[in-house]
């Protein structure tokens, strides 16, 4: 779909000027954290923009696992950590925005949440724990970066305490996958 068709949708579900600035919002938010504050450490740590270009493609691909490949290219892990978090914040930020979008528009996706809602409130460990279920669920693999936001959107959880929690989850995903690459884990066990 193109743009100009997902503003003109937007803008009959709510008023135009909201619609635009919400989706202009979320364009720079996604891409301040997706390509500036990679590139500006990049800059900062002397890392060519080639090779932080290359880092951003791995971890929109291989999500954690391209731990691996910026430690391949020789950089310092807390570089490799702030690289990846920076990206995974851009992709949870859009995503959350894409799904608020989406549910303001659909009537059917409406019905669906209200359903999910009604269950939810059956489910005590989802009232009691909330939002801290996400630091496990962004290690499973085919969820991950791009079904955990959706998860967090589904079940109502605060928006920045989700996307906190996601963010503590995803570093401590990549903290695993570079300590595996570095063989600390071998040492340990």
């Given at each position: 779909m193109k743009w100009v068709e997902v503003l003109d949708a937007c803008a009959?579900?709510?008023?135009?000027?909201?619609?635009?600035?919400?989706?202009l919002r979320t364009a720079a938010f996604v891409i301040f954290f997706l390509l500036v504050v990679p590139l500006l450490?990049?800059?900062?740590?002397g890392v060519p923009p080639a090779t932080v270009l290359a880092l951003i493609g791995s971890t929109l691909l291989f999500q954690a696992a391209a731990a691996v490949v910026g430690l391949s290219l020789g950089l310092h892990p807390l570089i490799v950590l702030a690289f990846?978090?920076?990206?995974?914040a851009a992709i949870l930020l859009g995503i959350l925005e894409v799904c608020d979008l989406f549910a303001e528009r659909s009537r059917f996706v409406q019905s669906i949440l209200q359903k999910i809602d009604g269950k939810m409130r059956e489910i005590d460990a989802l009232r009691h724990y909330g939002a801290l279920m996400l630091l496990p669920v962004i290690w499973i693999p085919g969820i991950a970066l791009y079904g955990t936001p959706v998860v967090a959107w589904v079940f109502h959880y605060p928006r920045v305490i989700s996307l906190l929690c996601m963010l503590v989850g995803w570093m401590i995903a990549t903290v695993v996958v570079m300590a595996a690459t570095m063989g600390l884990i071998n040492l340990v066990f």
């Open positions: 009959r579900a709510i008023s135009p000027g909201t619609c635009r600035f919400r989706v450490l990049g800059s900062v740590s990846l978090t920076s990206v995974a």
